[in-house]
């Protein structure tokens, strides 16, 4: 068994959408290689960090982002083999790149309390949108509301 820690600039940006990791970003491996029988068992911690854009207020935000990995590297050549060892050397970039990739957040928040855009202004919300009373009718509906009110003729 071999223990290494391995510090390395991101080849290439990792994730296209809106959270990714910069090209050049360093990335932080603790490696740990294990002999088995039928292989090289590489288990990992990569540590680095993202940047992302806020889906509640569109404010970007970098965070630390951390993957744990685990593949086997086998011996042989087989067909059922996604990761082989070739010439005593394992290649782990498309692995790092797929860990960090996968566990890219989808939705990500600058903060649990962040509080989103103002629909009607615009601006970063300071506390939780108030509820709306029946009377406010979203503008989007008034003309539905008017027909519903001709075809409820007074009673006389």
Known sequence: MRELTLTIPAPEQY????AV???????????????LQEGILATAEVHTE????????LDSFTFEHRVDFQELFAYSGDEHDSYT???DALELESVIRDAVVLELPFQPTCSPQCFGLDPVTGEKRDAPASEASA??????????????????????
């Not at 990791?21 to 002999?35: I, N, Y």
């Not at 009377?135 to 006389?156: M, T």
């Open 85 to 87: 060892v070739d010439h």
């Open 50 to 57: 993202a940047t992302a854009s806020c889906v509640r207020c």
């Open 15 to 18: 994730g296209t959408a809106i």
């Open 21 to 35: 990791v910069a090209e050049g970003s360093p990335l932080t491996v603790e490696l740990r290689l294990e002999g």
């Open 135 to 156: 009377d406010d009718i979203d503008p989007r509906w008034q003309e539905l509301a008017k027909l519903l009110e001709d075809k409820n003729p007074e009673s006389s």
